[in-house]
């Protein structure tokens, strides 16, 4: 199993990232997709969601509006597309696949950076 983000770096405030996450090695269709983030010192937090059928989509309060997460089951990757960034989204960015039972596997994270 494997989990591979890509698309972190370092951005201006109100610009624009977008981050991907390459699957394989699991059924990625069955899995529920979400991004997760950790900022130095603090908890990682659900960033976004979206449903392994149907599309549905559930995001973190701080980034309602802005952020947008999408997946294509062709291709085992599920995106992040981050807008009007601000300095408080820096962050780890990490990727992960959750199936009911003992399925929850993690990416190694991708470093977002929002600074002038």
């Known amino acids: 199993v494997q989990l591979v983000e890509s698309g972190g770096g370092l951005v201006q405030p109100g610009g624009s990232l977008r981050l991907s996450c390459a699957a394989s090695g699991f059924t990625f269709s069955s899995y529920v997709m979400s991004w997760y983030r950790q900022a130095p010192g603090k908890e990682r937090e659900l960033v976004a969601l979206i449903q392994s059928a149907g599309g549905g989509t559930n995001y973190g309060n701080s980034v309602k509006g802005r952020f947008t997460i999408s997946r294509d089951n062709a291709k085992s990757t599920v995106y992040l597309q981050m807008n009007s960034l601000k300095p408080e989204d820096t962050a780890v960015y990490y990727c992960?696949?959750?199936?009911?039972?003992?399925?929850?596997?993690w990416g190694q994270g991708t470093q977002v950076t929002v600074s002038s």
């Open positions: 992960n696949a959750l199936r009911w039972g003992p399925y929850n596997y």
